[in-house]
């Protein structure tokens, strides 16, 4: 895969699986805009923050940081306002920000359902909204949306998150049939339980490991290959599709 020349656009991309995809598109050339909310006072944000800053550092003006966040709409016009002054195009967007949620449906609260769909799903259609316009002067815009393995395959306490995730995957096959007619093309993927590679394993990710077909839990560098693979040139025939990143648990 080579990405010179690209722009890429990564939400969420100070921790987890988009910071995995950032550093994954800066190994192979492109310039990566990397999407952060406002840590105000929360020490784990600002550490990851720090920390991505560090892990960038030599990558120089390839590495670009944006504060917005995706669920703000004015923010997010403001954002790609400011891609646009820059660069006048966009390349690539992952949609990786989000958040797990898990509660009883007789127990939930409506504001936190709300709060799931809006990271997990309102986010991503707002960030494609008005991503199109500058995708489209891109000679090879790609799309990938964060989608889950509970998109397919339901988990009691967790019906916000499913039908966040759902809706994901089936928003992003409307998306590319729409964008198509632009040479825009747009896919989820799906992970199962991931972790990164340095996280030691606690009791449930232990029995998920053994129930694996694979033997293990998921990396966050196994879903960020699967990104930038279907962002890449490499797959410029697949489009409307959801890649699951899951070591074959549904299969069992």
Known sequence: MDFTNRIALITGATSGI???????????NATVIINYRDPQDR???????????ELVDGYGERALFMMADVTDEEQVKAM????????????????????NGF???????????KSIFDINFFSRVLMT???????KESAHPAIVNIASRMAIKPAPTASAYCAAEAATV?????????????????????????IEPDRELNGPLEAYAKQNPRGRV?????????????????????????LAVNGGILLV
């Open 129 to 135: 909204r008005y991503a199109v316009p500058l995708l």
């Open 80 to 99: 790609f306002e400011q891609i646009g002054a820059r660069f006048g195009r966009l390349d690539c967007l992952a949609n990786i920000a989000g958040r």
């Open 43 to 53: 020490e784990d944000s600002n550490k990851a923050l720090e920390e991505m800053r």
């Open 103 to 113: 509660a009883p449906i007789e127990a939930i609260e409506m504001e936190d359902f």
């Open 18 to 28: 988009a910071r995995a995809t950032a550093l994954k598109l800066l190994e192979h």
């Open 170 to 194: 089936m928003f992003t096959k409307s998306t590319a049939v729409e964008l198509a007619k632009y040479g825009i093309r747009a896919n989820t993927v799906s992970p199962g339980r991931t």
């Open 218 to 242: 998921g990396y966050t560098q196994d879903v960020a290959n699967a990104i930038a693979f279907l962002l890449s040139d490499e797959a410029d025939h697949i489009n409307g599709s959801d």
